[in-house]
């Protein structure tokens, strides 16, 4: 660990500092080129942007660049450290874009005292971006702040650690009931965590069929229950008329057990507590409610999912956010909606179960995957990723009304 751990710090350091630049993408090597960069000739897209706003997106970059854009107050499993500790994670998300769906990335830090302080400060700089990515702020601002961002700016506003986790949660989920044979309309679903990730994963779910009612969700003080008066108004939508009250009671006879919450947090007994053939996504990171090694002891007809590379089943963010973020730049989307968010879960659904290219096997490190128990949802080097989501997230912004330009001809092909 003490050799990994110097191995990240010296990956940041060299041979420069960080992991993104900037790079040209026009001439610049004569008196003639400089000209038409800058003075004078920089002055004819000017007068035509002036004269035509959406020549902005002919002129200048604006269109294939997306903010990554945080205040720190919940860098990974770290905390509340500030902006400045955030930087590195949001360069690394500028990174994920670059390399994985070629958009050009800016990592913005900001420093504020209130919610209103830091939506004026990214509502008054947001038209200079095709979309905004929010990354890493806690809950329940990151509610409010993403509502009044989408609600103020005229361009995509997607906060990933609720919906890109949810997106790629979902896809999972539902191959994994397929596989167990379970029907999510009847699935009991316990959902260990409340926050912002806990959310956004259920209010996914049920969009794709399950119901609110089997579905009980706990913070650090139990079951969220319809008779505690400590909820806010995010929590109260997941308010349970049950008597049930802690994860002993509510985990007997789940079909489903969702984490996002902490380490070691859900024990071999009550895995054994399950229906038959249960599904466990224990996705606290760096480590999961239970390993799934203990998880699988205690019930070796269970399906599990994890947040780590080192174990099958995956679920990750990058499965989705450099996709979903492409397909809604390429039609000009002013916002990315439910239904873009549902085509995405089913087009990553689906690259699980086609038969898995020797190129992506060896990109993955992997000599056979083949969907199943082990392989319920694509690896992130996966390249059919990009054509795949970003055609049905493009499609599903325009067939919504809510894209500028019509779905392109011959797009991802």
Known sequence: ??????????????????????????????????????????????????ANPDDVYKYTAKGNTVAVITNGTAILGLGNLGPMASKPVMEGKSLLFKRFANIDSF????????????????S????????????????????????????????????????????????AMINALDIQGKDIKLAKIVCLGAGAAAIACMELLIKCGAQREKIYMLDTKGIVHTRRDDLNEYKKLFANNTDKRTLDDAIEGADVFVGVSGPNLLSQEQVK?????????????????????????????????????????????????????RGALD????????????????????????EVPNEVLIASGETELTFGRD??????????????????????AVDSGV?????????MQ
């Open 1 to 50: 660990m003490t050799n990994f751990r110097q191995r990240a710090l010296d990956y940041h350091a060299l041979p420069t500092p960080g992991k993104i630049s900037v790079a040209l993408t026009t001439a610049a090597e004569t008196s003639d080129d400089l000209s038409l960069a800058y003075s004078p000739g920089v002055a004819e897209p000017v007068r035509e942007i002036a």
């Open 107 to 122: 990592d913005i830090e900001v420093k504020h005292k209130t919610v209103e302080e830091f939506v004026n400060t990214v």
């Open 124 to 171: 008054n700089i947001a038209d200079s971006f095709g979309g905004i990515n929010l990354e890493d702020i806690k809950a329940p601002e990151c509610f409010a702040i993403e509502k009044a961002l989408i609600e103020r700016c005229k361009i995509p506003v997607f906060h990933d650690d609720q919906h890109g986790t949810a997106i790629v949660t979902a896809a």
């Open 273 to 325: 507590l399950m229906a038959p053939n249960p599904i466990i996504f224990a996705c606290s990171n760096p480590d999961p409610e239970i390993k799934p090694e203990l998880a699988l002891a205690a019930r070796a007809d269970a399906i599990i999912a994890t947040g780590r590379s080192d174990y099958p089943n995956q679920v990750n963010n990058v499965l989705c956010f450099p996709f979903i973020f």
């Open 331 to 354: 039609v000009r989307a002013r916002t990315i909606n439910d239904e873009m968010k549902v085509a995405a879960v089913h087009a990553i659904r689906a690259i699980a179960k086609e």
């Open 375 to 396: 392989y319920i949802i694509p690896k992130p080097m996966d390249s059919r990723l990009l054509p795949a989501v970003a055609l049905a997230v493009a499609k599903a």
């Open 403 to 411: 894209a500028a330009l019509p779905f392109p001809d011959n797009y």
